[in-house]
């Protein structure tokens, strides 16, 4: 094959043009069983997965939430069988499935199960079903688990875990900051192919799990040649979204995965913060990628929503700078999905005050819309060498920052203080004049990400939920 | 902590002398029940553990190789309770332990019962035991699988892999090559710290796997701003050590392991091929390191060592050329192990042939010993941030390469062949007068990879066994 070389076109703001959401059809309510706000985050279109336990019974299952609770599908399959018979799996197999402390053994379904088990848990909350007459509305109502009852936990075991860096913002805006050069336009390699590293899964942790400022060897200064030991200084956060792999026929080693048939290999998505020493990173990362300033924790929201339910949120993805490669080419035809995305930090509250009193200031409020490569894109590129897939393998974006003309769009603090030459004032809690700010996070201080789609119109409203953690001071070694 | 400045040693040949290996004491010998040569590489002092099935019965199950037979566990302990009456484990803990397609759930147990375990069953197979008396000789004799009866299988599934890039010789001579510059020396940061990058566990294969070609974008030639896409046409691979994390008590998320602990959360090792797409990797590994180029296939021996085998084996690590920060300073009483490792390459023999009549080349011969950083720097190194190991965790050495100054100490193409340069001779076959070269490996060529270590005063010969792989051309998209 004779090689060719491919212009690329530079970013600039003009591309958003192309990423405008168009509805045709008004979006139609779905009726459940059990009452909500027509606004709230958690409708029966949305119905997330997650596994959680209670103080009453403390070994982990697996649940949908619904509102303002989550429905058990261990007990409920236990105490109603007559409610899965009609459904695509037995009343045993859901039992089965949904008694483990992961979603794993649902994700390695046939995905014609998980679309006919998300349409049949659909159907047996609405009000026509009469799943549950007078008589079993008791077993329905004691499979509900109130959410403030339940401790969540990460609802899968990713055997292998993808970080991508697909927002062409992001990329261009750390390499400008890394090479002090503001108008450094990105390599064309970027634009041939979505650029990622393997993560390390082991430390995926769930939203609430809070962690030790990591130690390791850095330079004393940004471009110095003196070393140091010790805890970070330069700690980020990265708001990013993780897609999560599912089917039981997914391709084995050897066969890629094609662009058209990618999304089918996506059961849904979760927040992520992919927390980041940014010291430790720099030092380390050349030639082999990140590897200790990422390793001692990545943080993932609890819920894992179906792409199904962000269906009325697609959107066309930011139009191809340039022409790709066959495997990569959406041909105009890419899509994503338009859900805000947004993240705060808040210092650590005073000794006298409580952890709901954290004051948050906002540093990000963008949209996954603007992430240059879709999740297709980062599935076909993955496996093209032949790479197999397994089912909870998670790929996520990267960071999600923004274009770079609009407020909040940066997504990790790197981006948003300018490495530390423009540092972020923080809101000051009520009644303070606090000047309070920050470059990189300090102990103490938390981070909360938080996604959600919303139509007006209709007011269907998807909430992701959210993805918390707090920084505790180093260890001693 | 104040900065420092720490110069650092140039690679030389002379290091070479502090890792001589010493024995002051005779290796004495273990008796077996089962009859062998005495420089078997598989006898009593080794047991390495692999799954194996049989086409009688095609569930795959643990077993330990003695002698030219797999000890089938899962059969013994059902057929000869008896028999573990002694042990660490009772019987049903034995059968449901490696009834499992995995050693995972072994791995899992506290170390102390890896050790004994390991005891008991070289006392069970010793002829002063007399656990098998002649009633029960023929339960032994039945659960001894011959060898060439067995389908191995890859005993453990890795939760996560890392790749290290710890052997100086190859670090260098890759630099120099891909700088073009033959004198070029390692940056400081290299004798700082391990550096590593996370594989993907999910294409782990066990020997004997055969896989395709990969496709990918690569530049036209080296340093062209052309670039195409298409099968790899610069196919490597690389010797390597794989080390298997293992213990029921693994430091929990931000609990760095100390390093004169860290050997002890290692099971044991298995040979290595880290299959690579040169020009793949090269075109996306800046700067977020290697992805696609090594995500295909990477091939391990199906023989688990324990490190306990290689005792007898241990010798000094390479001295260190600066004093690493404490965490991992070994104090000059860092150790390794002297295993002969070695590399063959063969092309497809001809139509009329078999597998049996490949001719093979070798193109390495070196030991581990001459590797720069220790299995515990790297366990060490990976958990300072606080980073949690699971059990099956596997941490791969990188191309295990020797001195310059030592004939076939090359551990991959790219250095044995200078990048293309100087193509390597073939080993004609028998009665022919061949001039076949390779420099990157074609379609149907093979590599297989030896390990072992050996003592002439005794004959004790412990294998790894070999971890063979064929490249079958890249699939048609």
Known sequence: MAGR???????????????TMTRSNPIERLECVIPYAVDHPFPLE????????????EKPRCAVRIADSLLDLALLSAQAPHAFASGPLSDQRVHELFSQSTLNAYLAQPRQVHRDFRA????????????????????????LIPIEQA????PIRSGDYTDFCASKYHCTATGRLMFND?????EDQWFQLPIAYHGRSSSLVVSGTNFHRPNGIFRTKPGSSDVQFGPSKRMDFELEVAFV?????????????KLDQAEDAIFGLMLMNDWSARDIQAYEMNPLGPFTGKNFATSLSPYLVELAA????????????????????????????????????SPSPPATSTEQERVWTKIT???????YWTASQMVAHHTITGCNLKPADTFATGTCSGPFDEPHSEASLIEACKAGRQPIPLDPPKGSTSTETRCFLLDGDAVKILGHAFDPASKLHIGLGECTGQILPAIEL
Chains 1, 2 share one sequence.
């Open 151 to 154: 401790k969540l936990h990460l």
């Open 5 to 19: 070389h491919i212009p690329c076109k530079r970013p600039n703001s003009a591309d958003r043009s192309s990423i």
């Open 182 to 186: 503001p108008t450094r336009p990105l």
């Open 245 to 257: 792999i599912a089917g039981s026929e997914l391709s084995p080693l050897g066969r890629p995965v």
């Open 120 to 143: 049949f848990l659909q159907h047996m909350l609405s009000p026509g079903s009469q799943v549950f007459d007078s008589n079993s509305q008791a077993v329905l109502q004691a499979a």
């Open 365 to 371: 409020d963008t949209s996954l819309k603007h992430v």
């Open 310 to 345: 962000l269906e009325p949120f697609r959107t066309p993805s930011p139009t191809a700078e340039h022409t790709p490669f066959a495997y990569l080419d959406h041909k105009g035809n890419g899509s994503t999905w338009d859900v805000r995305l947004q993240a705060f930090i």
């Open 46 to 57: 949305n119905l997330p997965w997650t596994v959680f336990s209670t103080s009453a019974d």
